[in-house]
């Protein structure tokens, strides 16, 4: 085919491969509605076969051929001939084993894995063995695949052992080197023992061919000059594509680079502080050690010495919470790492190094329910007394009663302490010493060793109550003539209810377990409005008032309490992040 | 680049050709004599010759003829009576390589300018034979499913000046591989061996210049199931099979001896029933098997080799590695018997959905290559991309896939009702390149321009019925008589015969994935 020239007698559009184009069949238009010659102003594509082939005289008889119209398609390519082998026993050679599956079928040995021993014997391995065989009449026969194994196991022995046998003209193995690398794998017992009847005739071909392999072998390149214009060397390896280079890729790569680096020195770092950190607790455990042997020589010493006593410094003891870091590392708490300093704190039952937990230990648990049963008990203790003391009694300025304030107290300071004696408020309280005169005071007997610890004469509202009324008032009790008491006051400025933190109405919020006690109205008990009002109906002590009044003295209580815990809880958090390291090991 | 000049370019035809008449003995390589060839006389040129039984016989090729067409003959059929052409002389001999081609055309061999610019281009156009001078073309980015989007098509024709080849003639070899490595200088060529060889490290090319490769038919007749065949071209089996009469392959696993005794034995051993690989295709009459040429170095090692007896640009230069193979296999109670198949790179930068195809001569002419051709489409199909076949394409290869093109696309504009076609529709319909589409449409002259019509005589009326003068000088696709009558009778011929088609869904097939490092670092 050659490129036409183009004889353009009009001006043409180029064909466009996107553009819809009619599709006409040529009996229905007439010839001359046709251009032919249009077709030269479309580029003439290549057929894709080689120009010096492409006018090869068969080939261009079939297109012309073809071209001309649909009778002469009959024309071929004449290629060399095939036929059907008649000497070949086909059935025999490809026996009907194949049953095919009812599904695909899915393969992966490979051809290696499929014909079994590579050496196939030639018609002149029969002969010889065959004269073997004859040989040793009376001894065992050596079998057709007997003989492959040995001569492909000398093959492939002396392929690994001497692979440029060829090329170098090495003298050939001698028996007793092969057979020193017999393998019960590559070659079997029964096959081994003919291997010294078959060495000679192996040496004898290998020689004839000249050190190359007895099985024709294709070849490979062997990075010698003549390896590019040999023809029969194939299947060289391919080198590596390459990937085209863009300045952006360069950037991607670097970066990419550049975050495998850190986050190898992250992973470094890492290992870097576990070692420091196993080693911490190689001489946490050394001490812990040295303290366990010299508390045993002091309790021997102690048990020589006959001292009793001060037994305390004999187990470890409970630590001081403000000892802990306010604020742990979460990173370290997720990985369960545990500083040595925290091992003691910790509340479970399981240690970080299996041991069982010291008895001593104190935990959150215990210690919750220990502070709630003890809150229990001084409710339950006081409104036993309280109800005891007010026999008959009709108490109109109800106070609640709180539970001691000692516990606090005793747990570190870690609540403002009650303070001054200037400002005493109306019973409840009590003074020291002082006898039960007031009408409506609580008394409420404090146990025996919160007394030393409390010298405060006076019990005030609870400081939880109290917070966040911030203008305090002043106020002074005096005895007046024939000894009425007077309660004088100044500057007591409470805030209406509506006026209340917000904040401190949400803390309540949930504080009620029913519903229908949502609504809590902030009363104050010291208004004008309610003292006139509580001293109204002592006037008329009516049964059903005074129930009630018993009742939202419970709830008083049981509310305080309830903050109590809160309170409680939150100090107990403290104790909880401490544990959370603990858990996680 | 300028457009080639052939006449001028054609190195068959120098200046001066010696004639002469000739004796026998006077006959050597290179000399172009008249034989007898199928009772006529033609010009052939002598590969080689040698002595057998005391006979001398002679390699020749004829001309105009293709390769596979190439044999031994006897002195007989030397035609002595007429003048021979003597080869190019001496002095052309001396500096071998470099001489001949030295004085056919003024090379610039070395030109470091144009060599870039070719490779540009080969990079960057989808096609290899569609490159143009057109200096914009290098802006385009490629378009790495092979697709050619281009809305218009200019053309120019490529050319791809020879480079002269390095001087191999070191080799110590006997005459046939003499006269190979003679042939490998032998003039008509378009790539230069360094440019081929580039291509073929960086690419995944599986066709070859054939100035590359031996000449000379390397073994006389092979035997492979049932069949025996005559080798077509050189394929570098072992050099032990040169003398042996017949070489058996094994129709499993493709292995090859050259006595006849070893092949018993080979058969008596081999469990292979089917390709190694995994079936991906089954009906009545078929099925297919996949294999990844890197998991069956060994199975798709010696199909290549079979291969390269019946296809003359296929390359074993490299290994096979980065391809897939696609077997075709008819079944029986022995096993899954190869028919043919075709190979496909794992990863192709220009979009070609087969490299190498091959039916297997004793099952040609039988249909298998179309339907071997359709599936290679059904699986770009499945991939969503549109494909063509490597190129050069031999000519059996043209032939094939022009008539498989011209079925498809003719029965896709026959279609009920359709009135309208655009080439870029049709080819993603049928996952054909453009280019392949408009070359089926112009090589059977489908392609026109209506013109003259403003009556509208001849054409249908949806035509008339939108502006009849736009409609003037406006392409259109004819379906010609010959070509209707060509299909009605293709259709006829398979209602007699039973035509056997690709099914879609009995394909169970997913386009397989390679992770970037298997593509870097494994081929
Ligand atoms: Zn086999």
């Given at each position: 085919m050659t490129t036409r020239q183009a004889g353009q007698r009009f001006r043409q559009r180029k064909l466009s491969t996107r553009q819809n184009l009619q599709i006409v069949r040529e009996n229905e238009i007439e010839a001359s509605n046709l251009d032919d010659e249009s077709q030269r102003n479309i580029p003439l594509v290549k057929t894709g076969v080689e120009e010096g082939e492409e006018s090869e005289h068969h080939l261009q008889a079939v297109i012309s051929a073809a071209q001309a119209g649909a009778k002469a398609s009959q024309l071929y390519i004449p290629t060399p001939e095939t036929n059907v082998s008649l000497g070949v026993q086909y059935e025999r050679l490809y026996p009907h084993r194949f049953q095919q599956p009812a599904t695909y079928i899915r393969f992966s040995s490979t051809v290696e894995d499929c014909i079994g021993c590579p050496y196939c014997m030639t018609e002149a391995d029969e002969e010889f063995l065959k004269k073997l065989n004859s040989k040793q009449r009376k001894g065992p026969q050596c079998t057709e695949d007997e003989f492959e194994q040995v001569m492909n196991f000398f093959e492939q022995t002396s392929a690994s052992k001497q692979p440029f046998a060829s090329v170098d003209n090495t003298p050939l193995l001698s028996f007793e080197e092969l057979a020193a690398a017999f393998d019960e794998d590559e070659i079997e017992a029964s096959a081994q023992q003919f291997a010294k009847d078959i060495y000679p005739y192996w040496k004898t071909c290998r020689t004839t061919a000249r050190h190359h392999p007895l099985m024709p072998t294709l070849k490979f390149e062997r990075n010698v000059d003549t390896d590019d214009s040999d023809p029969y060397v194939c299947f060289r390896r391919r080198e590596v594509r390459q990937v085209r280079k863009t300045r952006g890729r360069d950037a991607q790569i670097a970066e990419k680079l550049r975050k495998l680096r850190r986050e190898l020195e992250d992973a470094r770092n890492l290992m870097h502080h576990v070692k420091n950190r196993e080693f911490a607790r190689r001489e946490q455990l050394s001490l812990e050690k040295k303290i366990f042997e010299q508390r045993a020589s002091v309790k021997e010493a102690k048990r020589h010495l006959g001292i009793k006593g001060d037994d305390e410094d004999l187990i470890n003891q409970k630590p001081i919470p403000r000892a802990r870091p306010p604020k742990l590392d979460p990173a370290i708490i997720q990985r369960g790492a545990m500083g040595p300093g925290m091992v003691p704190k910790a509340?479970?039952?399981?240690r970080a190094d299996g041991r069982p937990p010291d008895s001593d230990l104190v935990q959150l648990v215990d210690e919750r329910n220990r502070k709630n049963a003890d809150i229990q008990n001084i409710i339950q203790d006081s409104m036993a007394k309280h109800r005891n003391w007010n026999n008959d009694w009709v108490d109109d300025t109800w106070r609640p009663i709180t539970p001691p304030m000692d516990n606090e107290s005793r747990r570190g300071n870690s609540f403002r302490a009650a303070f001054t004696e200037s400002l005493p408020t109306p019973p409840p309280s009590f003074s020291e010493g002082e006898d039960t005169n007031m009408i409506d005071g609580a008394r409420t007997p404090i146990p025996e060793e919160e007394k030393s610890a409390l010298k405060l004469p006076i019990r005030y509202a609870d400081s939880a109550m109290d917070a966040g009324h911030g203008a305090q008032g002043a106020f002074r009790r005096r005895t007046g003539r024939s000894g009425r008491m007077w309660i004088d006051r100044r500057g007591l400025k409470r805030k209406s209810p509506s006026a209340r933190d917000e904040r401190e109405r949400e803390r309540c919020h949930y504080d009620i377990e029913s519903d229908e006690e949502a609504d809590v109205y902030y009363t104050d008990p010291y208004d004008d409005w309610n003292i006139k009002y509580r001293i109204a109906i002592q006037a008329s002590p009516n049964r059903g008032t005074h129930e009630q009044q018993v009742h939202a003295q419970q709830r008083m209580l049981e509310e305080q309490q309830r903050k109590l815990q809160q309170v409680s809880a939150m100090a107990g958090a403290n104790n909880a992040r401490a544990a959370i390291p603990v858990v996680t090991c | 680049m300028a457009p080639r000049d052939t006449g001028e370019d054609k190195p068959d035809t120098p200046l001066a050709v010696e004639k002469g008449f000739a004796t026998l003995p006077e006959i050597r390589v290179g000399v172009k004599a008249f034989v007898e060839k199928d009772g006529e006389k033609r010009k052939a040129e002598i590969l080689s010759l040698q002595t057998r039984r005391g006979q001398p016989r002679f390699y020749v090729h004829y001309e105009e003829f293709n390769k596979r067409l190439d044999e031994w003959i006897p002195a007989e059929r030397l035609d002595l009576s007429r003048e021979v052409e003597w080869p190019v002389p001496e002095k052309a001999d001396k500096k071998k390589a470099h001489g001949v081609q030295a004085t056919k055309a003024p090379l610039k061999d070395k030109n470091p300018k144009r060599s870039l610019k070719q490779r540009l281009e080969r990079e960057i156009s989808g096609t290899p034979e569609f490159a143009s001078a057109n200096a914009q073309r290098l802006q385009q980015p490629s378009t790495a499913g092979g697709k050619e989007n281009r809305e218009t098509v200019t053309v120019t024709t490529e050319v791809v000046n020879g480079t002269p080849k390095p001087d191999d003639e070191e080799m110590d070899v006997d005459d046939v591989a003499a006269a190979a490595a003679k042939a490998k200088a032998a003039p008509p060529e378009n790539y230069s061996v360094e440019e081929e060889r580039e291509k073929l490290r960086v690419g995944g090319s599986m066709t070859q210049n054939q100035a590359e490769i031996s000449r000379v038919r390397n073994l006389d007749k092979v035997q492979m199931g049932k069949f025996e065949i005559e080798p077509w071209y050189f394929s570098p089996y072992p050099q032990e099979f040169q003398d042996v009469d017949m070489m058996f392959i094994c129709d499993f696993c493709l292995s090859y001896f050259g006595d006849v005794k070893q092949f018993e034995r080979h058969r008596s051993k081999c469990t292979l029933l089917h390709p190694p690989g995994n079936e991906i295709y089954r009906d009545d009459y078929l099925s297919f098997f996949e294999i990844d040429g890197r998991r069956q170095r060994t199975w798709c090692r010696n199909l290549c080799l079979l291969s390269k007896l019946f296809l003359d640009h296929k390359t074993l230069y490299y290994d096979v590695d980065p391809f897939l193979f696609y077997c075709m296999c008819t079944r029986d109670a022995s096993g899954c018997h190869l028919v043919g198949y075709f190979s496909k790179e794992k990863e192709s930068a220009d979009g070609y959905n087969v490299a190498c195809i091959l039916t297997l001569p004793q099952y040609q002419r039988k249909g298998f290559g179309k339907l071997l051709i359709a599936f290679s489409y059904e699986l770009s199909k499945r991939e969503g991309k549109l494909g063509s076949p490597e190129k050069p394409l031999s000519d059996l290869g043209l032939l094939g896939y022009r008539a498989y093109w011209q079925e498809v696309i003719v029965d896709m504009l026959m279609e009920e009702g359709r009135t309208e076609a655009n080439i870029e529709e049709l080819g993603s319909i049928a996952a054909m390149t453009t280019n392949d589409v408009l070359h089926t449409l112009q090589n059977l002259n489908m392609v026109k321009i209506s013109v003259n019509h403003p009556t509208g005589s001849g054409l249908g009326n949806s035509l008339l019925s939108s502006n009849a003068r736009e409609q003037k000088n406006q392409h259109v696709i004819v379906l010609t008589d010959a070509v209707i009558a060509q299909r009605e009778k293709q259709k006829e011929k398979d209602k007699k015969v039973g035509k056997h088609v690709i099914d879609p869904d009995k394909l169970i097939w997913k386009p397989p994935v390679f992770t970037a490092s298997s593509r870097t670092w494994n081929w």
């Amino acid at each position: 085919m050659t490129t036409r020239q183009a004889g353009q007698r009009f001006r043409q559009r180029k064909l466009s491969t996107r553009q819809n184009l009619q599709i006409v069949r040529e009996n229905e238009i007439e010839a001359s509605n046709l251009d032919d010659e249009s077709q030269r102003n479309i580029p003439l594509v290549k057929t894709g076969v080689e120009e010096g082939e492409e006018s090869e005289h068969h080939l261009q008889a079939v297109i012309s051929a073809a071209q001309a119209g649909a009778k002469a398609s009959q024309l071929y390519i004449p290629t060399p001939e095939t036929n059907v082998s008649l000497g070949v026993q086909y059935e025999r050679l490809y026996p009907h084993r194949f049953q095919q599956p009812a599904t695909y079928i899915r393969f992966s040995s490979t051809v290696e894995d499929c014909i079994g021993c590579p050496y196939c014997m030639t018609e002149a391995d029969e002969e010889f063995l065959k004269k073997l065989n004859s040989k040793q009449r009376k001894g065992p026969q050596c079998t057709e695949d007997e003989f492959e194994q040995v001569m492909n196991f000398f093959e492939q022995t002396s392929a690994s052992k001497q692979p440029f046998a060829s090329v170098d003209n090495t003298p050939l193995l001698s028996f007793e080197e092969l057979a020193a690398a017999f393998d019960e794998d590559e070659i079997e017992a029964s096959a081994q023992q003919f291997a010294k009847d078959i060495y000679p005739y192996w040496k004898t071909c290998r020689t004839t061919a000249r050190h190359h392999p007895l099985m024709p072998t294709l070849k490979f390149e062997r990075n010698v000059d003549t390896d590019d214009s040999d023809p029969y060397v194939c299947f060289r390896r391919r080198e590596v594509r390459q990937v085209r280079k863009t300045r952006g890729r360069d950037a991607q790569i670097a970066e990419k680079l550049r975050k495998l680096r850190r986050e190898l020195e992250d992973a470094r770092n890492l290992m870097h502080h576990v070692k420091n950190r196993e080693f911490a607790r190689r001489e946490q455990l050394s001490l812990e050690k040295k303290i366990f042997e010299q508390r045993a020589s002091v309790k021997e010493a102690k048990r020589h010495l006959g001292i009793k006593g001060d037994d305390e410094d004999l187990i470890n003891q409970k630590p001081i919470p403000r000892a802990r870091p306010p604020k742990l590392d979460p990173a370290i708490i997720q990985r369960g790492a545990m500083g040595p300093g925290m091992v003691p704190k910790a509340p479970l039952t399981i240690r970080a190094d299996g041991r069982p937990p010291d008895s001593d230990l104190v935990q959150l648990v215990d210690e919750r329910n220990r502070k709630n049963a003890d809150i229990q008990n001084i409710i339950q203790d006081s409104m036993a007394k309280h109800r005891n003391w007010n026999n008959d009694w009709v108490d109109d300025t109800w106070r609640p009663i709180t539970p001691p304030m000692d516990n606090e107290s005793r747990r570190g300071n870690s609540f403002r302490a009650a303070f001054t004696e200037s400002l005493p408020t109306p019973p409840p309280s009590f003074s020291e010493g002082e006898d039960t005169n007031m009408i409506d005071g609580a008394r409420t007997p404090i146990p025996e060793e919160e007394k030393s610890a409390l010298k405060l004469p006076i019990r005030y509202a609870d400081s939880a109550m109290d917070a966040g009324h911030g203008a305090q008032g002043a106020f002074r009790r005096r005895t007046g003539r024939s000894g009425r008491m007077w309660i004088d006051r100044r500057g007591l400025k409470r805030k209406s209810p509506s006026a209340r933190d917000e904040r401190e109405r949400e803390r309540c919020h949930y504080d009620i377990e029913s519903d229908e006690e949502a609504d809590v109205y902030y009363t104050d008990p010291y208004d004008d409005w309610n003292i006139k009002y509580r001293i109204a109906i002592q006037a008329s002590p009516n049964r059903g008032t005074h129930e009630q009044q018993v009742h939202a003295q419970q709830r008083m209580l049981e509310e305080q309490q309830r903050k109590l815990q809160q309170v409680s809880a939150m100090a107990g958090a403290n104790n909880a992040r401490a544990a959370i390291p603990v858990v996680t090991c | 680049m300028a457009p080639r000049d052939t006449g001028e370019d054609k190195p068959d035809t120098p200046l001066a050709v010696e004639k002469g008449f000739a004796t026998l003995p006077e006959i050597r390589v290179g000399v172009k004599a008249f034989v007898e060839k199928d009772g006529e006389k033609r010009k052939a040129e002598i590969l080689s010759l040698q002595t057998r039984r005391g006979q001398p016989r002679f390699y020749v090729h004829y001309e105009e003829f293709n390769k596979r067409l190439d044999e031994w003959i006897p002195a007989e059929r030397l035609d002595l009576s007429r003048e021979v052409e003597w080869p190019v002389p001496e002095k052309a001999d001396k500096k071998k390589a470099h001489g001949v081609q030295a004085t056919k055309a003024p090379l610039k061999d070395k030109n470091p300018k144009r060599s870039l610019k070719q490779r540009l281009e080969r990079e960057i156009s989808g096609t290899p034979e569609f490159a143009s001078a057109n200096a914009q073309r290098l802006q385009q980015p490629s378009t790495a499913g092979g697709k050619e989007n281009r809305e218009t098509v200019t053309v120019t024709t490529e050319v791809v000046n020879g480079t002269p080849k390095p001087d191999d003639e070191e080799m110590d070899v006997d005459d046939v591989a003499a006269a190979a490595a003679k042939a490998k200088a032998a003039p008509p060529e378009n790539y230069s061996v360094e440019e081929e060889r580039e291509k073929l490290r960086v690419g995944g090319s599986m066709t070859q210049n054939q100035a590359e490769i031996s000449r000379v038919r390397n073994l006389d007749k092979v035997q492979m199931g049932k069949f025996e065949i005559e080798p077509w071209y050189f394929s570098p089996y072992p050099q032990e099979f040169q003398d042996v009469d017949m070489m058996f392959i094994c129709d499993f696993c493709l292995s090859y001896f050259g006595d006849v005794k070893q092949f018993e034995r080979h058969r008596s051993k081999c469990t292979l029933l089917h390709p190694p690989g995994n079936e991906i295709y089954r009906d009545d009459y078929l099925s297919f098997f996949e294999i990844d040429g890197r998991r069956q170095r060994t199975w798709c090692r010696n199909l290549c080799l079979l291969s390269k007896l019946f296809l003359d640009h296929k390359t074993l230069y490299y290994d096979v590695d980065p391809f897939l193979f696609y077997c075709m296999c008819t079944r029986d109670a022995s096993g899954c018997h190869l028919v043919g198949y075709f190979s496909k790179e794992k990863e192709s930068a220009d979009g070609y959905n087969v490299a190498c195809i091959l039916t297997l001569p004793q099952y040609q002419r039988k249909g298998f290559g179309k339907l071997l051709i359709a599936f290679s489409y059904e699986l770009s199909k499945r991939e969503g991309k549109l494909g063509s076949p490597e190129k050069p394409l031999s000519d059996l290869g043209l032939l094939g896939y022009r008539a498989y093109w011209q079925e498809v696309i003719v029965d896709m504009l026959m279609e009920e009702g359709r009135t309208e076609a655009n080439i870029e529709e049709l080819g993603s319909i049928a996952a054909m390149t453009t280019n392949d589409v408009l070359h089926t449409l112009q090589n059977l002259n489908m392609v026109k321009i209506s013109v003259n019509h403003p009556t509208g005589s001849g054409l249908g009326n949806s035509l008339l019925s939108s502006n009849a003068r736009e409609q003037k000088n406006q392409h259109v696709i004819v379906l010609t008589d010959a070509v209707i009558a060509q299909r009605e009778k293709q259709k006829e011929k398979d209602k007699k015969v039973g035509k056997h088609v690709i099914d879609p869904d009995k394909l169970i097939w997913k386009p397989p994935v390679f992770t970037a490092s298997s593509r870097t670092w494994n081929w």
